[in-house]
């Protein structure tokens, strides 16, 4: 069992920086993948970024270039710092944690291959 809580989330401006924690308790942390989604109202839950446990990276293309997604393995943290915000960027933010399994291989961008999920924490940027 891994327990995750995010913290970070609020209100800022078009253009603003914030950024996301998640602190894990729990199983082993460096033996899992690790990956942000977010769900705007009305909308499916999706991906954001993951960084597997080999230290890779891979980001949606609607984030790429404006978050950068890490991870502590001695602090059990998971962050997401995001610069240059849009208002579309507003929703709610989850940060997850997947077992390797050739599943979580084929499909690392698919919430269902993620076993444990946070609360999740607000993000609202304004224009």
């Known amino acids: 069992q891994v327990q995750l809580v995010e913290s970070g989330g609020g209100l800022v401006q078009a253009g603003d920086s914030l950024g996301l924690s998640c602190a894990a308790s729990g199983r082993t942390f460096l033996n899992y993948n690790l990956g942000w989604f977010r769900q705007a109202p009305g909308e499916e839950r999706e991906f954001v970024a993951v960084v597997n446990k080999f230290g890779v990276h891979t980001y949606a293309d609607s984030v790429k270039g404006r978050f950068t997604i890490s991870r502590d393995n001695a602090k059990n943290t998971l962050d997401l710092q995001m610069n240059s915000l849009k208002p579309e960027d507003t929703a709610v933010y989850y940060c997850?944690?997947?077992?390797?399994?050739?599943?979580?291989?084929?499909?690392?961008?698919?919430?269902?291959?993620?076993?444990?999920w946070g609360q999740g924490t607000q993000v609202t940027v304004s224009s």
């Open positions: 997850a944690a997947g077992p390797s399994s050739s599943r979580w291989d084929d499909s690392p961008r698919e919430p269902d291959n993620y076993d444990y």
